[in-house]
T-cell receptor
Framework: GDSVTQMEGPVTLSEEAFLTINCTYT??????LFWYVQYPGEGLQLLLK?????DKGSNKGFEATYRKETTSFHLEKGSVQVSDSAVYFC?????????????FGTGTRLTIIP | EAGVAQSPRYKIIEKRQSVAFWCNPI?????LYWYQQILGQGPKLLIQ????????DSQLPKDRFSAERLKGVDSTLKIQPAKLEDSAVYLC???????????????FGPGTRLTVL
């Protein structure tokens, strides 16, 4: 079945540091890939997505590229801010339009220190 | 537009008691999901509705969990009787897209945190 393996946390960085959170997946067919973020006290929010190989999703300075050859979708940001502190989830669906169920990784808690 | 609404936000019960959660999806969203998020894990799908019909309930523990969406809008998730391992956050989500849609995104509610003692 589908699965997502995500870099274990927690991750603590200083403000303005470079961020990478690794994510690899196993899926049949051609999944769509997502990063969701959960800020303290809030619900899950879509951060970015990519629906086919070599697509790059980007939002709020975060980027992730759909790499079919390595089955990866690593999240990166060049300069993190304190406001980026949150839990980040990598996820996939097996249908292009996301109507199928989301399969999530375990989440990575990110803390940014001023 | 208003987001996905859930209530209650928190619930504490004793094991073997029953509990119910309510979800109101974003207006016009035909697809509704219930996920269970155990502490330290990612959310796991329990059940998916399309309008008032069940699309996928393969991960729903049907001996104790039930869910309904009678009029294709609001939904309730019930646990009866609860076990200690049911302690989790229960998330409701609704889906904005469809075949040919320009965007596709599941919108999540704030969740209900259940503690079973």
């Amino acid at each position: 079945g589908d699965s997502v393996t995500q870099m274990e946390g927690p991750v603590t960085l200083s403000e303005e540091a470079f961020l990478t959170i690794n994510c690899t997946y196993t899926a049949t067919g051609y999944p769509s890939l997502f990063w969701y973020v959960q800020y303290p006290g809030e619900g899950l929010q879509l951060l970015l997505k990519a629906t086919k190989a070599d697509d790059k999703g980007s939002n709020k300075g975060f980027e992730a590229t759909y790499r079919k050859e390595t089955t990866s979708f690593h999240l990166e940001k060049g300069s993190v801010q304190v406001s980026d502190s949150a839990v980040y989830f990598c996820a996939l669906t097996s249908a292009n339009f996301g109507n199928e169920k989301l399969t999530f990784g375990t989440g990575t808690r990110l803390t940014i220190i001023p | 537009e208003a987001g996905v609404a859930q209530s209650p936000r928190y619930k504490i019960i004793e094991k073997r008691q029953s509990v119910a959660f309510w979800c109101n999806p974003i207006s016009g969203h035909a697809t509704l999901y219930w996920y269970q998020q155990i502490l330290g894990q990612g959310p796991k799908l329990l059940i998916q509705f399309q309008n008032n019909g069940v699309v996928d309930d393969s991960q729903l523990p049907k001996d104790r969990f039930s869910a309904e969406r009678l009029k294709g809008v609001d939904s309730t998730l019930k646990i009866q009787p609860a076990k200690l391992e049911d302690s989790a956050v229960y998330l409701c989500a609704s889906y904005s897209g469809g075949a040919g849609a320009a965007t596709s995104e599941q919108f999540f509610g704030p969740g209900t945190r259940l503690t079973v003692l």
